[in-house]
């Protein structure tokens, strides 16, 4: 999972940081995080956790072997 978690965050970091149309998305991050100096690698990491949260809460995950 830790791979998977570094290469989203680092397509996340490199999409946020492409358009200032993203600055919505950052701000709440800031909001979000509580820290209104968050740049958009420390975005990607707060989008990552949330997208984790909801997941965790929408399915059961399991070992599938």
Do not use: M, Y
Request: proline share 3%.
């Amino acid at each position: 999972l830790p791979i998977l978690t570094n290469l989203l965050a680092s397509f996340i970091d490199t999409k946020i940081g492409d358009s200032t149309v993203n600055q919505e998305l950052i701000e709440d991050c800031r909001r979000r995080a509580g820290n209104p100096d968050l740049d958009a690698a420390e975005a990607s990491k707060v989008i990552i956790e949330a997208i984790w949260e909801k997941v965790q809460e929408t399915h059961r995950l399991r070992i599938v072997k």
